[in-house]
């Protein structure tokens, strides 16, 4: 042994010492350690290595780790009960107190886990405790007027000992009642002929296209539109679902007003134009009418074309949760689909997007896609569907279904409590109504007969009018609560006195205008320097105008990807704008975001038209 340790210089000598070791072990254990000693101590090593595996094996059998699901928050429309199996009367009265609340909390949406511990533990009930839970909670929802729809039932089986066990999520969604429904509003996006009037027009209308268009056809407001196949301008449609989670739309009512009588809860499409020239009309729709969500449309024969990743990248500018719809897979083989599919993923995957895509093929996908893409900005679920052959087209309905509200009802209270003020982003003159404006009231309560200032015009004043009649996705309404869009009559306002941008505000908020405004911005994108007396299109809410770059603090000049305050002057007229607002601005390839930090009212002009908007207001 010596001789080949000492001797040996090469890698072949100390793999030999390697194989040898076990050898080198017994023998400097002395003379005594023999072959039968070592048969009998590896005999003992392989009976303890059995009852060690046995042991393991019983453990891994009895004791799986059991399955937890998030604490349950006592905040928010999500609650865990274990069971709901024969409660008391004074049980029941506080249970159906408890589901008032969570109701409340999801403005008129819950839902209930069944057979889940408080923390989250998932435990499961056999069949007749969940038939007797169940059971319970159609009573619960039938005492405060709502209805509860089975979404998924999930065998737990950690514990392979018990019996069968199942947990239950259930969806509890009020009846709707004077109009108070669940209302969403979904921008949709994507490049030119990716399919996005097509899918509007088969989810609203309820019929599949033929292939060429034809459920598009009444989404299209004018006559170049259907001549071309499309969108320039702004529509909205609307898809409603009732208190047991069915699909509501044209093919079952008549009227738009028959469908908000029958839902519980709305999804307002926002439908944009893709082609590159109508993009001004495309950053207005996402700025100034609020979605809560975006859509965004990509065929799947063309994949990542056209204006996708610029209207990719505005959503994600204005930190709007996005989710992706990959339509048209009957005209690809499956192959084309999954390339354009990674395609998206490698995209949603970069540095710029940090999002983590989730390709949703089953209900149980769509219901936890649902789930997910509230809770968390990072998750964007892919659909891939056809609106010709209705392939996966139910999944995207019931991922709508099950969509939570991203606002708690708290937040709503919050803004309801503001003062009125009312966005103004389309006018129209109708017969035998007169004036009328549709925009989105962002705080406080609108009544009919209620008395707003409206402004500022040129000159920077606020006018007086009175609203007439209220309508709310074209059904007559008799209260706006914040965050709700709908049409005011004005009556016989002098329409030439509105643009776009206005606002219409109380009284008493004693409004002020301003010429020049201070913004954090940062540049995304300009071929050259950005500098003063650089002109841009600034879009703040529905407000868009063209603005001269007085200054840059602490900088001469910008370039891509760098941040600066910058003071922008507006040179048409001034605008009402609010502290902390997003700013999105843009000229030819240039681009930059950023939010009002500051307002600078010119001084020689703002007493004299203070002074005339106060006597305004007065009488």
């Known amino acids: 042994m010596d001789a080949r340790i000492s001797g040996g210089t090469g890698v072949g000598t100390i793999a030999n010492v390697r194989s040898n070791l076990p050898n080198v072990r017994s023998n400097l254990q002395g003379p005594s350690s023999g072959n039968g000693r070592r048969m009998t101590s590896k005999k003992t090593r392989s009976k303890k290595g059995k009852r060690r595996k046995r042991r393991r094996n019983k453990k891994t059998k009895t004791n799986k780790t059991p399955p937890y699901l998030p604490p349950e928050a006592e905040e928010g429309n999500i609650e865990y009960k274990l069971k709901l199996v024969n409660p008391t009367q004074y049980r029941f009265e506080h249970l159906a107190t408890q589901l008032k609340w969570r109701l409340q909390e999801g403005r008129g949406e819950a839902v209930y886990q069944i057979g889940v511990e408080?923390?989250?533990?998932?435990?499961?009930?056999?069949?007749?405790?969940?038939?007797?839970?169940?059971?319970?909670?159609?009573?619960?929802?039938?005492?405060?007027?709502?209805?509860?729809?089975?979404?998924?039932?999930?065998?737990?089986?950690?514990?392979?000992?018990?019996?069968?066990?199942?947990?239950?999520?259930?969806?509890?969604?009020?009846?709707?009642?004077?109009?108070?429904?669940?209302?969403?509003?979904?921008?949709?996006?994507?490049?030119?002929?990716?399919?996005?009037?097509?899918?509007?027009?088969?989810?609203?209308?309820?019929?599949?296209?033929?292939?060429?268009?034809?459920?598009?056809?009444?989404?299209?407001?004018?006559?170049?539109?259907?001549?071309?196949?499309?969108?320039?301008?702004?529509?909205?449609?609307?898809?409603?679902?009732?208190?047991?989670?069915?699909?509501?739309?044209?093919?079952?009512?008549?009227?738009?007003?028959?469908?908000?009588?029958?839902?519980?809860?709305?999804?307002?499409?926002?439908?944009?134009?893709?082609?590159?020239?109508?993009?001004?009309?495309?950053?207005?729709?996402?700025?100034?009418?609020?979605?809560?969500?975006?859509?965004?449309?990509v065929s799947a024969n063309t994949g990542i074309a056209g204006t996708t990743r610029e209207h990719l990248g505005l959503a994600m500018a204005l930190k709007v949760p996005i989710f992706i719809v990959v339509s048209k897979v009957d005209l690809c083989a499956k192959g084309t689909v999954e390339r354009t599919v990674r395609q998206l993923e490698h995209v949603l995957k970069l540095p710029g997007c940090n999002k983590v895509p989730m390709v949703v093929a089953s209900p149980d996908d769509a219901v936890t896609a649902a789930q997910q893409f509230a809770q968390s900005s990072s998750i964007t679920p892919i659909f891939t569907l056809s609106s010709v052959s209705g392939e996966s087209l139910d999944l995207l309905k019931v991922f709508f279904n099950i969509l939570p509200p991203l606002s708690n009802s708290k937040e709503q209270e919050e803004l309801m409590q503001q003062l009125t003020e009312f966005q103004v982003d389309e006018i129209y003159t109708v017969p035998d109504v007169g004036t009328v404006v549709g925009g989105t009231l962002y705080s406080g309560v609108c009544r009919e007969g209620e008395r707003l200032v409206v402004g500022p015009t040129d000159e920077g004043r606020f006018l007086r009018l009175k609203v007439g009649s209220i309508h709310r996705n074209r059904s007559a309404c008799r209260v706006l609560r914040a965050g709700q869009a709908a049409t005011l009559a004005l009556g016989n306002f002098d329409r030439s006195l509105l643009r776009k941008g206005m606002v219409m505000v109380s009284p008493k908020m004693n409004p002020t205008i301003c010429w020049q405004f201070e913004a954090a911005i940062v540049l995304l994108f300009h071929a050259k320097t950005f500098h003063r007396g650089f002109q841009v299109t600034v879009h703040v809410g529905n407000v868009r105008q063209t603005a001269t770059v007085e200054c840059l603090h602490g900088k001469e000049e910008l370039r891509t990807g760098e941040r600066a305050v910058v003071c922008f002057r507006f040179i048409k007229h001034p605008e009402y704008l609010r502290m902390g607002a997003k700013l999105l601005f843009r000229e030819g390839v240039t681009k930059g975001i950023g939010h009002v930090t500051s307002l600078l009212p010119d001084s020689h002009d703002q007493n004299q038209i203070h002074d005339q908007n106060q006597r305004e207001i007065e009488k």
């Open 118 to 297: 408080d923390n989250g533990l998932l435990v499961g009930l056999s069949e007749g405790d969940m038939r007797a839970s169940l059971k319970t909670l159609r009573r619960m929802a039938e005492k405060v007027g709502a209805d509860i729809t089975l979404l998924r039932e999930r065998e737990v089986d950690y514990d392979s000992d018990r019996n069968c066990r199942k947990i239950a999520e259930v969806l509890v969604r009020k009846v709707p009642d004077d109009q108070q429904f669940l209302d969403l509003r979904v921008a949709v996006l994507g490049n030119v002929d990716s399919g996005k009037s097509t899918l509007l027009g088969v989810l609203t209308q309820g019929e599949l296209d033929n292939g060429r268009g034809r459920a598009r056809l009444n989404l299209f407001r004018h006559l170049h539109e259907i001549q071309t196949g499309r969108t320039s301008s702004i529509s909205f449609e609307i898809l409603g679902f009732n208190s047991k989670g069915e699909v509501v739309n044209y093919s079952d009512s008549r009227t738009a007003e028959e469908i908000c009588e029958s839902s519980s809860k709305m999804i307002t499409f926002i439908d944009l134009a893709g082609h590159h020239k109508y993009l001004k009309t495309t950053i207005f729709g996402l700025t100034s009418y609020c979605p809560d969500f975006a859509m965004l449309v």
